[in-house]
């Protein structure tokens, strides 16, 4: 009995990190219907991105203040300058984009071009030659392939429509649209641009964290100086309208608070919590479970009008995704193979790391 009981607590402990990681995407897709019911609702997305921002860093605040005391680097003028940029490129600038283009897509869609951003940031690393590629190998191929895939399956997506897919039955809830119209050409501009910002902000998450390695108070200042730059284009945005600034309705505040508090603060806290645990490529792998979560609820739940389209590219893209992904595990276990050091291995050790951590950490 107490050795079943043993073997049961240790079956849970691997377990956590793969039900962690289920928790994150199921909240990340949730995330989606609630934000987009209250844009149909007539909430500003900037104003929410500037909203969520300041309640994700309130929320990780005390934890930053309390555990890396001993750890936070000193602030310089060079180091600030750097998280400014990072912020820009993680909050201020990749948010306000991603869900301005919620309002003219849809989060099937969104849902599907973000598994996009792994194989966009490899693409980043070798251009600016942060990442090798060698094709003669398998694992080299794989990753060349896997990007390449999931080009195609986000052009499929953007380019094709093809037939509406036949609903089995009606729909037991109804998201009725704002006063906007969904446009297949800026929703996709805006969802594209963003994932190519956030994928140069995940190429310098190697060299930020290598300056600044306290995370959680990283996490922290990104999120208010986000919040702040936010601040400074929404108010540009809606100079003419203040009103704007305020949250009306009830799933308006909650939109805010779940965004901050679970996807900003919490969903941070457990993907970093896991990559430690299992490594960056462990994480990235469940982002497909939010993609098929998204349109399990969207086509059976919500009623939403789902393309053949949509799910060839989707099926498409993460096809592209796990072989990438298995390209880079590859690479990760030649790396840690036991061998001599050599002159130039021990330079490489000098060089930061590149961080493929999606999701979570934190787009939605």
Known sequence: ????????????????PHLLMVLVQT???????????AFNGGMNPHVY?????????????PFAYFLERKIRPKMTLTMFIEIFLYSLLGFGLTLNMYFASLRYT???FLSATVNMVPTLTFIVAVAFRLEGLDI???HGLAKAMGTLVSLGGVLTITLYRGPTIKRLWESPIHLTRGGFQKDWIKGPILSAASCITWSIWFTMQ???LKRYPAQLSLATLANFIGAAQSAVFTSLVTRHQPVSWVSRSFVEIATILFGGVVSSAFNFMLIISCAKQKGPVFVTTFCPLQTLLVVIFAYFILGERLYMGSIIGGV?????LYLFLWGKGKDQQLSITPHEPSSHSRAKQNEPELQIVTMGTEMH
Do not use: D
């Open 27 to 37: 909240a990340s897709a949730f995330l989606y219907f609630i934000t987009e019911a």
């Open 206 to 208: 190697g060299f930020t």
């Open 49 to 61: 991105v500037t909203y969520r921002h300041i309640v994700g860093g309130l929320v990780v605040l």
């Open 1 to 16: 009995m107490v050795c079943e009981a043993f073997s049961l607590s240790i079956n849970c402990g691997r377990l956590k």
């Open 316 to 320: 498409t893209i993460i096809i592209g």
């Open 136 to 138: 003669k190998k398998p």
């Open 106 to 108: 849809s989060p099937t």
